[in-house]
């Protein structure tokens, strides 16, 4: 088990809603990262975060944005909410540097289903 | 583009059979590459990784897999599959500096009694 942890386990709203989710990462990790994981696929790069800066985003509208406070942990928001974004959201935490670098460990996820 | 293909998407075995779950990559240089393995209702757990050196890699629960330049590959195997192996396994890569992990589609695995 690893010390990443992220809230709420699942979530429901509904069509042009916002929600937040949140997450914590393991301990020493300054970098976090959100994939979001559709139903029979495999998990799809949202962005990273490396010391409260954006590192790096993969093909998301500008409707999923984040943060990163200086603990490291880390929020995703999701405006707008379409039905095609009912996925599991996974985050995941890494540090470039140590014997770890370069690992992701990843969290439980929060299941959104969006109505 | 890079790329991680998995071309099975469901395999079944038996209990104590022997497992291969195949895995390319599609990348311009030789990525960092990972196996990570998801149970129902759960996150994904780091079986093993490859970054460079000995190209036959161990990692946990007995699994091991081999990294092959020339064929693009690198599978996974465990000698004796146990029931608890049931689960989705996914590869993924990242190349240098770059984090992104870019995953597979993944591997359904059902072990039969």
């Known amino acids: 088990e690893t010390g990443v942890t992220q809230s709420p386990t699942h979530l429901i709203k509904t069509r042009g809603q916002q929600v937040t989710l949140r997450c914590s990462s393991q301990?020493?990790?300054?970098?976090v990262s959100w994939y979001q994981q559709a139903l029979g696929q495999g998990p799809q790069f949202i962005f990273q975060?490396?010391?409260?800066?954006?590192?790096g985003r993969g093909n998301f509208p500008p409707r999923f944005s984040g943060l990163q406070f200086p603990n490291y942990s880390s929020e995703l928001n999701v405006n707008a909410l379409e039905l095609d974004d009912s996925a599991l959201y996974l985050c995941a935490s890494s540090s470039p540097q140590g014997a770890t670098k370069n690992i992701q460990y990843f969290g439980a996820g929060t299941r959104l289903s969006v109505l | 583009a890079q790329s991680v293909t998995q071309p099975d998407i469901h395999i079944t075995v038996s209990e104590g059979a022997s497992l291969e779950l195949r895995c390319n990559y599609s990348?311009?240089?030789?990525?960092?590459l990972f196996w990570y393995v998801q149970s129902p209702g759960q996150g994904l757990q780091l079986l093993l990784k490859?970054?460079?050196?000995d190209t036959l890699v161990q990692g946990i629960k007995g699994f091991e897999a081999e990294f092959k330049r020339s064929q693009s590959s690198f599978n996974l195997r465990k000698p004796s599959v146990h029931w608890s192996d049931a689960a989705e396994y996914f590869c993924?890569?990242?190349?240098?500096?770059?984090?992104?992990?870019?995953w597979g589609l993944g591997t359904s695995l059902a072990v039969n009694p």
């Open positions: 993924a890569a990242t190349a240098g500096n770059n984090r992104k992990l870019i």
């Open positions: 301990s020493g990790h300054n970098t």
């Open positions: 975060y490396y010391r409260e800066e954006e590192n």
């Open positions: 990348y311009g240089a030789t990525p960092y």
């Open positions: 490859y970054f460079s050196g």
